[in-house]
């Protein structure tokens, strides 16, 4: 797995036969090589093979393995017998790796024996990730891992106006990712982000949830939120099957009937009904309006659930905004009479200009960029 960005080449020895049976590399459903680079870059753990590429290939990592060939019994290492090593040039030759690393001693071993001299450049050696190595918990890896992070390039999406962000998303899916896979990503990294922030905090995250698009991320936030053991509140206007924007309304669907009985959904509230929850709340997240909102009012009684939200904030809520605080244009960093005052805004894909508007920042709060795709070639 590389392309002509790939900076680091990563090796382990051979796929074990869960990786064989799951078609990629790590497959084993406790082997923590994943878990261990989402945590190094900061973001939800891959959930499928597609989401394995995207996170490599973003981060300017090739990985494949020492050898191409061997006898081995099962999984074991120590059984490994007339080993053929994989062509490594085929990677080294067509991208500009300065760095190898092996994950484990005999992926070492084996790289010093069968492929340093070819390559031209010393490996690294890293502690295996497999569930058999159980003397290195999760947190001392990913210590150990540190260095891979710290030697690829960090790329940083620039500012795009809000219709190149919509031609981007469509370019995106004709590559492939459809906007209801990146609308799930765009939740999972919203809950991610809510779930950090809680920390130790008790007491359920309230998620505000309008009738667009930016509505069925909150939905997806709250369906992993209660997946991770948060108990969440969603409010909407509307029901479920009564929305009408799409892949919104799947997501809102699929999300309403996968809840436990530790979360539940709010449809219209009172005012003094929504007050009361957020009252309870440690957190909010805000997905009511998102980025094509550009107007000098917001619509009641989306108003009223703005002031009720900046409301609880100053009574120590933390407010987290989908995309862009609503009531704020994305484009402009206007913003309506009524605006979300967020504590931290995830955004989408890349940052919009309005996020980074001089007069944003009391209503953004922190902003962190969701890297929901693999975007540099398409830029």
């Not at 120590?316 to 005052?341: N, Y």
Request: hydrophobic share 45%.
């Amino acid at each position: 797995m590389f392309d002509e960005r790939s900076e680091v080449l990563v090796l382990g020895t051979m796929p074990s036969p869960a990786s064989r049976e799951a078609a990629f590399f790590y497959g084993h459903p406790r082997n923590r090589f994943w878990p261990v680079l989402a945590a190094l870059f900061d973001e939800p753990v891959p959930e499928d093979n597609a989401e394995r590429t995207d996170l490599l290939l973003r981060h300017h990592i090739a990985l494949w393995d020492v050898l191409a060939s061997c006898d081995i019994r099962g999984a074991s290492d120590a059984s490994i017998s007339n080993e053929q090593p994989n062509d490594l040039m085929r990677v080294i030759g067509a991208a500009p790796i300065r760095h190898v690393f092996c994950t484990g001693a005999t992926s070492a071993r084996l790289y010093r024996k069968l492929c340093e001299a070819t390559c031209g450049m010393p490996a690294e050696q890293l502690p295996s990730t497999s569930p058999a190595n159980a003397a290195w918990s999760l947190p001392r890896l990913i210590e150990a891992y540190r260095p891979l992070a710290q030697t690829v390039t960090v790329f940083n999406p620039p500012a795009l106006n809000v219709p190149d962000v919509v031609a981007l998303e469509q370019a995106i899916a004709a590559a492939g990712t459809s906007l209801a896979t990146l609308m799930r990503r765009a939740g999972r990294f919203l809950a991610y982000e809510a779930k950090k922030l809680l920390g130790d905090a008790s007491g359920p995250v309230v998620i505000l949830c309008g009738s667009g698009n930016n509505g069925g991320d909150g939905w997806v936030a709250g369906e992993y939120l209660d997946r991770w053991g948060v108990p969440a509140r969603i409010v909407s206007l509307l029901a479920p099957e009564d929305l009408v924007a799409e892949p919104a309304r799947t997501e809102a669907l699929r999300a309403s009937a996968a809840l436990s009985d530790r979360s539940s959904v709010v449809i219209a509230p009172r005012l003094e009904e929504l007050e009361a929850l957020l009252a309870e709340s440690p957190l909010a997240i805000d997905a009511l309006l998102g980025t094509g909102f550009a107007h000098s009012e917001v619509r009641a009684p989306l108003d009223g659930w703005i002031r009720a939200l900046n409301a609880a904030r100053s009574c120590e809520t933390t407010v987290v905004a989908a995309d862009v605080p609503s009531g704020m244009s994305a484009q402009t960093g206007a913003v309506a009479a009524d605006a979300v005052r967020a504590d931290l805004t995830v955004t989408m894909i890349a940052p919009k200009p309005g996020l980074v508007a001089p007069q944003s920042a009391p209503f953004c709060g922190h902003v962190k960029v969701a890297p929901l795709a693999y975007i540099e070639p398409l830029l």
